[in-house]
């Protein structure tokens, strides 16, 4: 497979993990404090993220995330077409009183409740024991468990015995992710940090890596999920499918806000710009409106409204 089919492939991928993220499974959590934006305002309010909507402009759909006053998501919901916040069902993230994620639901569009989609166990040290997905409500249930060693979790399926792996490293924070995925084997993710920052997404295939690189501003970005150092397992099981983890799609890892992406492909010593975003900030330095552009067309958009 040449260079030219591996990124068109890989650029392929990535929209639909974006796409699948961001409207069925994955979820932001965020940050309250803003103690540090760029505007130097000499009184700014301290605003709390309320909604977060996520439009993809080619497929016309969007996903709407709104969080608690404490940073939690409390809701997310999926809009097309035909589909507005009024006729929409919706999930709900229930919360044990340590602040762990313990079952996230599904209602329908009249508010009631339809059932469970995933629970998650805890031990009496509050330590995550299983993850009960029941999908579709008519495959299943899964089950996946976790085991723990130094700086290493370990997780598999029970059912269909895929398995996955976080690494951390000696400040606790997460380095390294592998997941089974198919008869490909175990794909895997590095992240590099640069002054506690992530600032490169590795991806390793068989002839060399893809290395995602982020460039930020230094404005703090309303959906960095600060569960990502606090408490690494939680921001996975919050942010990511755990069959299917992956830091190229969605930006709760980084604490600035992105303004440019660029993929370099280490076997061939070649890079692309991947995405390119203009930020709108309010008076205060909060974030409001992000545009996501690709090959000069815009593809994504992102509003954010504030407590």
Known sequence: MNSKTNIKI???????????FLTAIIVFSCSSDDDNNSNNQEDPQNLILKKFTYKNVDFDNSSVLYFNTNGTLEKSLSLFSNITED??????????????LIAKKIFNSDNEFIRNERVYMYNSQNILTSVIDYGDGENGPYT???????????????????????LLDDLGRISKTGHTAGPSGIIEQELIYENNKVSEVRIPYQQGSYVFIYETDDNTNPLFDTLFFEKPLQYIILNHSLQDIDFTGIYSHLQGNITRETIHDTFYNNSYINREVSNTYN?????????????????????????
């Open 10 to 20: 890989k650029i392929i991928r990535m929209l639909q993990k974006i796409f699948i």
């Open 87 to 100: 006729n929409a069902g919706y999930n709900i993230y229930e919360y044990n009183e340590q602040g762990n």
């Open 283 to 307: 008076d205060s330095g909060y974030l409001v409106n992000a545009t996501v552009s690709k090959f000069d067309e815009t593809t994504e958009e992102f509003t954010f409204e504030y407590y």
């Open 144 to 166: 996946t468990s976790f085991s723990y060693s130094n700086n290493r979790i370990d997780y598999v399926e029970v059912e269909t015995n895929k398995t996955g792996y976080i």
